[in-house]
């Protein structure tokens, strides 16, 4: 289990290979290498922000905390949603009239073919960037440098890294889906007395879900394996450590944690696909364990 106080961390400048200003805060990180990789972000993204019509080989879930985000034919992202983005899909582009705030899941799905780490990414694009530039979310290569003159930024530090072609899989869902958890009602738990949850939604035969959970003072539950919680209100404990707003709590394969809570608490949950015996399609095939 992995614990992480949100809002001790300080913001950073990010997603350079992207145009616009965009800060995060880097909540919580799975293992580089692994096809069960993954990264939490609490994102900041100013109106210049912007990214072109793309897609991952990698899935996403994000929350809508502040402001809203338009991407294009896709729909918008205002606060409270939750938005799951599918692997292999395109959406966007993504624009914005004012400042938004956004928690931001990514991780390795269902085609097994893993997710890279910041550090990777960012080598990556500075390796790239003696080739040609990145702009406007593109990487634009040099004229007199071998391959393909204009490639999304992050397929071309994807195949720099792993070098070779990136095969986008083909998507089980066609484009990403917005969910506003205002449409759906709360829950009882299999917890018992004091806990409630709304399950948004549940996607691949890997099963991915999200949704919200609320916990009742003097209650408490026990948080599953594989899943990434924020503490979005409340207080109480979890592990022996403190439970308020921006606590992110990350329970790993085969581990349990109990949470408590000392006033009423809600909390996004999010349950990363179980990606057991899944080969990794990032390298030369050979299998990686999900965790």
Known sequence: MKIVQGDTLEWKRGLPHRGGTFHY???????AGTIGNF???????????LSPRHRHNFEQFRFQLEGA????????MKPGM??????????????????????????GGASGQGYLSRDEVTKGMKDLESFGRFEDGVFRRH??????????GYQAIWEHVHGRRLDYP???????????????AWAPSKEGAGVQEKLL???TERRAEAGYLRVENG?????????????????????GESLRALTVIYVGFGETARLEAAEDCVLIRMLLPDLTGLESMAGDGAAIAAE
């Open 82 to 107: 939750i938005g799951y983005f599918p692997e292999g899909a395109y959406y966007g582009p993504q624009t914005q009239e004012a400042e938004a705030m956004t928690f931001v899941l990514q991780f």
């Open 25 to 31: 805060r880097n909540l919580m990180e799975g293992e």
């Open 201 to 203: 939604g549940c996607f």
């Open 69 to 76: 985000l338009k991407f294009g034919r896709d729909g918008d």
């Open 39 to 49: 990264q939490l972000s609490m994102g900041r993204s100013d109106k210049d922000f």
């Open 170 to 184: 083909k998507p089980r869902y066609p484009a990403p889906i917005m969910m506003d958890e205002a449409n759906f």
């Open 219 to 239: 209650a408490g539950v026990t948080l599953p394996a594989r899943s990434v919680h924020v503490c979005i209100s409340g207080s109480g404990a979890v592990g």
């Open 143 to 152: 004229a007199d440098a071998e391959g393909k003159r204009n490639l999304d």
